[in-house]
């Protein structure tokens, strides 16, 4: 049941439209929509505009979210999140650690996969932004972090289960900020403690590490 504050989807005539179920009214081009008609609703049911237009009311996905978040840069894309999906294994029994939250899209993502995902992101305003765009998802399996992941790690007592190996992407050369980084964090992993049985991939720009 649809409560006040909650996040839904309503489409029709092939518009959509991301609203919270409450107090006031959604302009749409199919007319005024009372939100506080979302309250109590269930997912699939029905509500009307004020011209009588039908709306079909949903949950959000982690697509919605992908298309509605506010944007720290540019995110994965789905097909490449599910890559990272598919190649891991990644399933209900993991704790995915994800390196660089940016606006949280993938963390999304992972969430709707994964039991646990903890997510490190070392800039403050990222952080803050990825921290707003999380909590309208209302997941209570993200965990998300303002540090830098190797002094993430270096905090907790178990160990990394993963060999990292690197992919160099297309354009690699030598004084690329994003390889240096890459590099740099996943010799940090070898040997450092971690936040638990991970299934994850490293992303630093176009070099990836993975199982």
Do not use: W
């Amino acid at each position: 049941m649809i409560a006040d504050g909650d996040r839904v989807i309503l489409s029709g005539r092939g518009k959509v439209y991301f609203a919270r179920a409450g107090e006031g009214s959604l302009g749409t081009d199919l007319g005024m929509v009372d939100l506080s008609l979302l309250t109590g609703k269930m997912p699939g049911d029905v509500i009307k505009t004020r011209p009588g237009k039908e709306l079909v009311i949903r949950l959000p996905r982690a697509t919605d979210f992908f298309e509605q978040a506010k944007r720290s840069g540019a995110p994965m894309l789905p097909r490449d999140i599910g890559l990272v999906i598919g190649l891991t294994g990644m399933n209900k029994n993991d704790h995915v650690l994800d390196a660089g939250t940016g606006s949280g899209v993938a963390a999304v993502f992972f969430a709707g996969v994964a039991g646990k995902v903890t997510t490190c992101e070392r800039r403050e305003e990222f952080f803050r932004l990825a921290m707003e765009n999380i909590k309208e998802t209302g997941l209570s399996n993200i965990e998300i972090l303002n540090k830098d992941l190797h002094i993430a790690t270096l905090n907790s007592k178990a160990r990394l289960a993963l060999d990292l190996t690197i992919e160099k992407g297309r354009g690699y050369r030598s004084g690329d900020r994003d390889a240096e980084e890459a590099h740099l964090t996943a010799g940090r992993l070898r040997q450092a403690p971690t936040l638990g049985r991970a299934a994850s991939v490293l992303v630093y720009g176009r070099h990836r590490y993975g199982v």
